[in-house]
């Protein structure tokens, strides 16, 4: 069975996608401004205090790493509700919304992981080589706690959003769409939308938006023509840790103390249309030719085939 013919299995009521995406949303609030409230008072401000700090104020306070805590636990939280939402709610194996495989394939997801890692440390030798603007940032009493998270935490908050946009939204919108293609775009173009309001944007303009959907379609892409979650997840999470451990800046969604700190002006450069023109068709080339990925056209523009829906029982 191919991954998006896995949106057949279980209970698929248009109930149960409802209960879902409900029970995820009302987490983002709760949980936001509990651990919030929580990170305050760990740094000694009362709750009649909080209408006083400002976000920028409320990092300063905790510290960059408490901070970070304070904005990643949410989406651990919406990791795990997600897991249990396919397994109770869905009544499938939470494999499936991983991977057509018979077992999640590691392999996979670290050759990914190393690809792009490898790719962006070269981006960032030549910045260091050509610029003065990207400048030794090493903190060693906040860095060491850094890295646990890094490595421990933030790999959780990108694996959620991977089961959200390349797992639960290709699979569930592919019972109306019928094509991937189609699902890979309404895919993409949501992870763009969901996107808009990060400092990014009000930083670069909002042409930053056409990177967001690129990169969601470069992932969407790795999931429907590879079968699983495995290169995009491994894309995505090296991704995130090169840009809260290695590379920060002071206006980015994560401001981290790590190795380094660019300190040029926020503008769109080069090397982001770089990322876009070049190295995004040149890693699905090379997934390509090492997986041995079908015709796309055969793969993108079939019809899926799914099970009926009245053969299947549901309660709901």
Request: net charge neutral; aromatic share 16%; hydrophobic share 50%.
């Amino acid at each position: 069975m191919k991954y998006l013919q896995q949106a057949s299995l279980g209970k698929r009521s248009y109930f149960r996608y409802i209960l879902t995406i409900f029970i995820l949303v009302a987490i983002i609030p709760v949980f936001g401004q509990l651990t919030y409230y929580v990170g305050m008072s760990i740094v000694g401000v009362s709750s009649s205090q909080l209408a006083d700090y400002t976000l920028a104020q409320s990092r300063d306070i905790m510290g960059k790493n408490l901070f970070l805590i304070v904005n990643l636990f949410p989406f651990v939280v919406l990791f795990f509700a997600m897991l249990l939402a396919i397994r109770f709610i869905h009544q499938r194996a939470t494999l499936s919304i991983f991977t057509a495989r018979p077992t999640f394939d590691w392999k996979r997801f670290f050759f990914s992981f190393g690809l792009f890692g490898l790719i962006l440390c070269i981006g960032l030798a030549h910045t260091l080589l050509t610029t003065k603007t990207t400048l030794w940032n090493y903190h060693p009493e906040t860095f060491w706690m850094l890295m646990g998270l890094s490595f421990f935490v933030l790999p959780l908050q990108t694996a959620f959003e991977e089961l959200m946009f390349r797992g639960y939204m290709l699979q569930g919108s592919i019972r109306l769409l019928k094509k991937p293609i189609a699902a890979v775009l309404i895919s993409s173009f949501l992870f763009a939308v969901l996107h808009f309001e990060n400092p990014e944007v009000k930083k670069l303009g909002e042409v930053l938006v056409i990177y967001y959907f690129a990169s969601g379609l470069f992932m969407s892409l790795l999931t429907v023509l590879d079968n699983g979650l495995e290169l995009s997840l491994g894309f995505h999470t090296v991704n995130n840790i090169f840009g809260t451990l290695i590379l920060t800046n002071n206006w980015q969604v994560f401001q981290t103390d790590a190795l380094y700190m660019d300190t040029s002006d926020p503008v769109i450069g080069w090397d982001l249309w770089i990322i876009v023109l070049v190295i995004y068709p040149l890693m699905l080339f090379i997934f390509h030719k090492v997986y041995k990925w079908k015709t796309w056209s055969e793969v993108l523009f079939e019809t899926v085939e799914l099970e009926d829906e009245d053969q299947k029982e549901d309660d709901l």
